[in-house]
């Protein structure tokens, strides 16, 4: 298991994980949107990158596909693995640094939900993709919209 440094997520698991399902934002627009972009799931293996509550990972494996589940929270990645029985690969890891348990050419989906918004740099973190995603694999990626940190940060322009 990776550590993940002092800036980690931990401390906002919890509330994270005990609200992030109820959002209208998820629920009736991201969700929705990332699910019909999926492929049929029976004997893929998926990389849920910052896996979070675990929908996607639960999703995916319902569906048939083998799961690794990563985030930089310990709570998140256990919650996601407990919520597939036990049955998904957890890694807690900062997606910024390489992924050196993720061997190349090694998975048939990426999905990247609502976590490159936190990255400074993404360069790194699409090669690491690249890297490990099979030749034909599939990335689906979604990012906030910036008019959150408009309104969450009370900016003065948009």
Known sequence: ???????????????????ANDKFVFNQYERPYITSQLPEMNNLTVLDVGCATGFYSKYCQDRGAEIICVDASQKMVDYTVQLCSGKAEGHV??????????????????????????????????????????????????????????????????
């Open 1 to 19: 298991m990776d550590v993940v440094n002092e800036t980690s997520y931990e401390p906002f698991a919890e509330d994270y994980l005990s609200t």
């Open 93 to 158: 890891h900062d997606i910024a640094q390489p992924m050196r348990f993720m061997k190349n050419d090694s998975v048939d989906v990426i999905i990247c939900s609502l976590l490159l918004h936190y990255v400074e740099k993404w360069e790194g973190v699409l090669s690491e993709f690249h890297r490990i995603l099979k030749n034909g694999g599939i990335c689906v990626i979604s990012t906030h919209h910036p008019i959150s940190d408009y309104t969450r940060f009370n900016q003065k322009n948009y």
